[in-house]
């Protein structure tokens, strides 16, 4: 039996079977639960009554129903082996658009709004909120500080309006700074979120090995180097481990899995691509800045401190200029 007919008739054995060794299921009230048997219980009889529909979009299962005569939903997946649900009382909303933006992160301090300062989710909404007359919020994947660049980044917003995807684009652009595009905008199910919905990121960083005035401000200038020993260098941190020595402490969880790490040399560049499930703040800077120290004075840092978690080493940081986000990604990430 598929999960999708499993949730249709409610069938705790065939659940059951659905759900692995190592689950994560979230219902409102209760604690994470762990135990197989017992979370397809309170999946079964926590999530609801009656169940009335079930939608399939991209890997997530969607199912509505009815749980103590309130419309009920919730959001499934697998990912990793395991299964992840989460619960809302509320229908999904008819009238969301996912928008997939690039922007320079020169002039902004960050993504994230801000009173007294300029962002880009400031001009994002300001600009929205001006087309639609209404005040609105969107909700992004991920935040990026300020002088990070992102040639992807994704938001979702919610808006009941009668005008076409396309239209919402070109309207956007013609309101919004020249340093921040819409690439694409599309309708998709209120079940749609931006950020719980990404899989992972892939970041970039750029180091430029010349004097250029005119990539100053989207490189870190350094002398050349070679991008296989960097390569080797940063191979440590592929895999999962406990980051709380190479990010700001503003998570209690500090473990991340990162699937990819590649150098390559693009005529007087070197470029850094990461590739991971999650990234701590400020954690792709430490990352490069510690591997380029271990680089240059040929030291062992880094395998140190991730063997060693709880013994604290200096934090040492790229600059801002040379971070860009290339990808948010919905789908299966690459291994190594």
């Given amino acids: 039996m598929t999960l999708h007919d499993a949730l249709y008739a409610r069938d ?57 005569g309130v419309a009920s939903q919730a959001k499934v997946k697998t990912r990793d082996n395991r299964i992840v649900a989460y619960y809302q009382t509320s229908p999904r909303n008819p009238h969301r658009f ?85 690439l694409d905008i599309q309708r998709v199910p209120g079940v749609f979120h931006a950020r719980y919905d990404a899989t992972g990121k892939t970041y970039r960083y750029r180091l430029c090995h010349v004097d250029d005035a005119f990539r100053a401000h989207l490189t870190m200038r350094t002398d050349e180097v070679d991008p296989k020993r960097l390569k080797s260098i940063l191979q440590a941190f592929v895999g999962t481990h406990d980051f709380r020595n190479f990010a700001k402490r503003t998570d209690k969880n500090t473990v991340r899995t990162l699937h990819t790490i590649n150098v390559r040399q693009e005529a007087d560049e070197t470029i850094i691509e990461l590739c991971g499930e999650g990234f701590l703040r400020h954690m792709v800077r430490m990352i490069i800045a510690r591997a380029l120290e271990d680089y240059h004075k040929h030291t062992n840092a880094i395998k140190d401190a991730l063997n060693n978690p709880e013994k604290a080493i200096p934090k040492l940081m790229v600059p801002a200029s040379g971070l860009h986000l290339i990808a948010v990604h919905y789908d299966a990430l690459p291994h190594r």
């Fill in 98 to 182: 996912r928008v997939d933006l690039a922007y320079s992160g020169l002039r902004y301090e960050g993504f994230q709004r801000q009173l007294t300062k300029r962002t880009v989710q400031g001009e994002l909404e300001a600009a929205l909120s001006g087309l639609f007359k209404q005040t609105i919020t969107v909700h992004p994947a991920s935040r990026t500080d300020a002088g990070v660049h992102a040639l992807h980044h994704v938001v979702h917003v919610d808006v009941d309006t009668p005008l076409m995807a396309n239209q919402v684009k070109r309207l956007l652009n013609r309101m919004l700074p020249e340093d921040i595009r819409i």
């Fill in 12 to 68: 705790l054995d065939a659940l059951v079977d659905r759900f692995h060794d190592t689950i994560a299921i979230h219902v409102p009230a209760h604690p994470m639960i762990t135990n197989r048997k017992a979370a397809a219980l309170r999946f079964r009889d926590a999530f609801f009554d009656s169940v009335e529909h079930v939608t399939d979009y991209h890997a997530t299962t969607i199912v509505d129903g009815v749980k103590d």
